[in-house]
Structure formats: structure tokens, C-alpha cells
């Protein structure tokens, strides 16, 4: 049984720092692509970051991009999402996504998702 589990989330102010974090039990991390999607009241998830089976390619949101970075440990066995300078508009529900496959930001292709982490950004 697989299960993938967030943590890192929080109310933070704006301009602040988070890091989230991703593990998955039953299965080893480092043979997975993986991505973080987010998903605000109201709205459709969205895409926010992505790193490849192998770790060479990584991708962001527009959105995100020159703030939030995506890395796993040395030992592979956690991904996080850095995310700095953080806004109101950062506020969501945020996942990880794992897939054995390079499935990017095709949502309904991943094989396995955590029950989110809740950021809020806020004065």
C-alpha cells in the first residue's frame, strides 16, 4: 500500500519562506517522478513544480517561477517544495504527486497523491 504524505504547511505573513515536504511509504521516491499541485478556493489545481524520474529535468508554474524551488534529499527519499517570498495569491491547498512515469503536469496521470497541506499567506 502506498502512501504519499505532505507536511510543511502553515499560516506564514507575506514576503515570508515555507518549505513543504513529500515522502512516500511503500515505494522508493528516487525511482519517481514527482510534482506539486496546488488548488485555491474556488478554483481548478494547478500545476506548481515538477522534477523528472531522473532528477535532471525540473519545471515551474509561470507563477512560481524564481521563487519556489523543487529538490529531493541526497538519499532521495523526500521532496521538497521551498517556496520564498510567498503572497496571497500563494494560498492553497498544496499536493505532491508521484508517478513512475515523466508525467509532468498531466494531473490525471499520476499514479499516487497525498491529502494535501494547507499554506495560507496572510497579514
Known amino acids: 500500500q502506498v502512501q504519499v504524505t505532505e507536511s510543511g504547511g502553515g499560516l506564514v505573513q507575506p514576503g515570508r519562506s515555507l518549505t513543504l515536504s513529500c515522502t512516500a511509504s511503500g515505494l522508493t521516491l528516487a525511482s519517481y517522478a514527482a510534482a506539486w499541485f496546488r488548488q485555491a478556493p474556488g478554483k481548478e489545481r494547478e500545476a506548481v513544480a515538477y522534477?523528472?524520474?531522473?532528477?535532471?529535468?525540473?519545471d515551474y508554474a509561470d507563477s512560481v517561477k524564481g521563487r519556489f524551488s523543487v529538490f529531493r534529499d541526497p538519499a532521495k527519499t523526500t521532496m521538497y517544495l521551498q517556496m520564498n517570498n510567498l503572497t496571497p495569491e500563494d494560498t492553497a491547498m498544496y499536493y505532491c504527486?508521484?508517478?513512475?512515469?515523466?508525467?509532468?503536469?498531466?494531473?490525471?496521470?499520476?499514479?499516487?497523491w497525498g491529502q494535501g497541506t494547507q499554506v495560507t499567506v496572510s497579514s
Open positions: 522534477i523528472s524520474v531522473s532528477g535532471y529535468v525540473i
Open positions: 504527486a508521484i508517478d513512475h512515469l515523466d508525467r509532468k503536469w498531466s494531473q490525471g496521470n499520476y499514479g499516487y
